[in-house]
């Protein structure tokens, strides 16, 4: 193999390894831990699923702000507080809470599973 090969080699691995390894500062947490955090009045709860997806099923607290409005709509929530992020399985949130770090938000924890470990 040549050095042009073993480059693209590489670029290949880096990006698998930064799409799917967790986030620096964003926490993994399970339905239940989602659920005992709605007691807490400072917490955010964000639904980043289509407007379609979450009207057919969502649960309270959480609100909806879909995936690709949030990089816009982020400066809407308070950087403050701690924000919830849930999806259909996962995959979404962990991308809205890599958003939210990027973008100052402190403490971001994804629902493992998302609704579809919603019990």
């Not at 073993?6 to 691995?13: C, D, K, L, R, S």
């Not at 500062?25 to 831990?33: A, L, N």
């Not at 955090?37 to 649960?59: C, L, M, W």
């Not at 949030?70 to 809470?97: H, N």
Request: proline share 4%; glycine share 6%.
């Amino acid at each position: 193999m040549d050095i042009l090969q073993w480059g693209f080699i590489v670029i290949i691995a880096v990006f698998f390894l930064y799409r799917f390894l967790p986030v620096k500062g964003v926490v993994q947490i399970s339905v239940q831990e989602a659920k005992e955090k709605f007691k807490d009045s400072n917490v955010q709860f964000i639904d980043v699923r289509t407007p379609g997806e979450y009207k057919a099923y969502h649960r309270k607290p959480f609100i909806n702000i879909p995936l690709a409005a949030l990089p816009e709509k982020a400066g809407e929530l308070d950087k403050e507080k701690e924000v919830v992020v849930i999806c259909q399985s996962g995959m979404r949130s962990m991308r809205a809470a890599k958003i939210l770090k990027k973008q100052g938000f402190q403490k971001v924890y994804n629902v493992k599973g998302g609704m579809n470990a919603w019990v």
